[in-house]
């Protein structure tokens, strides 16, 4: 394995020498380090060659933030000459080119520099430099911030600014962040920051930045959140005013309530400080108060006609007011209020499908009732059947003149004046009446059926 690493080592130089072209034989993971005061930090570096193949010459140096530049050290991969101002605050020990800083305090930033030159033992004497800069920052960690606000009582909309300030004891490099109700605050016509956003201007305060305020610090190596949330009350209003009943039909602006019935009215709108409530009523291009509160109660069988209502909502401290009006219309509803009415379309479908199963069903009955028992044959058997088989009821003799269509003869029969006239149909009955003395017409001769049956056809 390692020859084969040394062959592939072997050939990026190759190509590096013949192509001279400047390659990277080390790196360093990070070009900015954060540390923090009071704490050590390491400025690592990864090579990438073998060291018995190399002689390294090489130096760490330092500028400060004012441009001072101080070597640290130098170093070869056998020893290394540190700087006696700095030998107790640095560490470095060759072969390993890593830069340890013990106990970072503000002095300590700025620019730290690796060069280097390395030279390749079997390459002829052929040397590469490496220049490498670090950036270091010390920080002292945020503490916990503290939020104030300005004014520190509750504000009206519109007319009033609000300022809030967020401060740590310590921390260096505060960045700050605003959230209201645990939501990030951004930007907005009405939200002004400072630069390190450590102060936010509201103006002018509405009513939806009423809430819970913190603020956050945080610095490249720490950050802290207020502990304590801060309330800001913000009075506004009256907004969004209505009138509303659970009795009665609505529509729109009217409402609609039966003879006799109480009726009961709320006035609601949102608002802070809570909104004071006048009731009018409005007749004839006339005003007059009712009561004051946000009910009303109305008892219908005093009004004689449709009347307009209002309700007037008034915030004693915004000095805003809003008013909303109705027309209060007496009709009987019977059981048609909006309840009943939204149960019966409710049930409609229903009803609706069981009368069209019954009519499905009943037509189903009547054709097979009309295929298996035929009804008009049924009624010609019981038309064509003999008269001795028919139950008939009483007639007098003229019901039907096609039956006794024929040719009579008189016959005197002593008795009683009483007569009676029978029809051909009646002589079936001549033995009941044995002991009757009276005048009957005898039939003689029938016309034949069938003549006159067309006829009468």
């Known amino acids: 394995m390692e020859a084969m690493g040394g062959m592939v080592l072997h050939i990026c130089l190759l190509l590096v020498l013949l ?16 540390g923090i005061e ?30 001072n530049r101080t070597i640290l050290v130098t170093f070869t991969k056998e020893s290394s000459i540190p700087n006696m101002m700095y030998r107790n605050r640095i560490f470095f020990k060759e072969p390993n080119m890593s830069l340890l800083i013990r106990i970072l305090n503000q002095r300590d930033e700025g620019d730290y520099h690796l060069n280097l030159n390395i030279e390749f033992l079997n390459k002829s004497g052929r040397v590469f430099i490496e220049e490498h800069t670090v950036r270091v920052t010390v920080d002292v960690p945020v503490s916990t911030p503290v939020i104030e606000k300005s004014p520190s009582y509750a504000v009206v909309e519109d ?15 505060v960045v700050f962040q605003w959230y209201r109700d645990n939501v990030l605050l951004g930007v907005s016509d009405r939200y002004h920051f400072s630069k390190d956003k450590s102060t936010l201007l509201i103006s002018p305060v509405k009513k939806e930045d009423k809430g819970s305020y913190r603020c956050v610090a945080s610095n490249p190596v720490s950050q802290e959140r207020c502990r304590k949330a801060s309330e800001l009350t913000v009075y506004y209003g009256p907004y969004n005013l209505e009138v509303n ?10 409402f609609t309530i039966n003879p006799g019935e109480v009726v009961f009215f709320e006035c609601q709108a949102e608002s802070n400080p809570p909104n004071s409530y006048v009731w009018l009523s409005k007749r004839r291009n006339t005003t007059r108060v ?8 109305v008892v219908s069988y005093k009004l004689a006609q449709a009347e307009e209502y209002l309700c007037r909502a008034f915030n004693n401290v915004t000095q805003k007011q809003d008013e909303t009006q109705f027309t209060l219309v007496v009709a009987s509803l019977g059981t048609g209020k909006e ?20 009519f499905i069903i009943g037509s189903m009955l009547l054709v097979f009732f009309r295929k298996a028992c035929h009804p ?14 028919q139950k008939r009821p009483h007639r007098s003799g003229h019901e ?3 039956e006794d269509f024929g040719i009579y003869e008189f016959v005197s029969m002593p008795g009683k004046i009483e007569s009676a006239q029978a029809s051909c149909r009646s002589l079936a009955r001549l033995e009941s009446l044995q002991d009757m003395h009276t005048t009957i017409y005898d039939v003689i001769r029938h016309v034949p059926e069938t003549p006159g049956q067309n006829f009468l056809k």
Not at 159 to 173: D, F, I, P, Q
Not at 290 to 297: A, K, V
Not at 346 to 353: E, N, Q
Not at 380 to 388: E, F, G, K
């Open 19 to 34: 192509t001279d072209v400047s390659a990277r034989f080390i790196h360093v993971p990070s070009s900015i380090r954060h």
């Open 38 to 67: 009071g704490k050590s930090l390491r400025l690592p570096v990864e090579i990438y060659f073998r060291l018995d193949e190399v002689d390294i010459q090489g130096s760490w140096s330092h500028t400060t933030t004012s441009g």
């Open 159 to 173: 007319k009033a600014n609000v300022t809030w300030t967020c401060s740590v004891e310590r921390g260096t490099r």
């Open 245 to 254: 009943s659970d009795q009665g039909l609505r529509t729109g602006e009217v």
């Open 290 to 297: 009712i009561t004051e509160g946000p009910h009303l109660e």
């Open 339 to 358: 309840k009943h009415t939204q149960d019966n379309n409710a049930v409609s479908p229903l009803a609706v499908i069981t009368l069209c199963s019954l």
């Open 376 to 389: 008009k044959r049924v009624l010609m058997r019981i038309y064509n059947r003999p008269i001795s088989d």
């Open 400 to 402: 039907d003149a096609s």
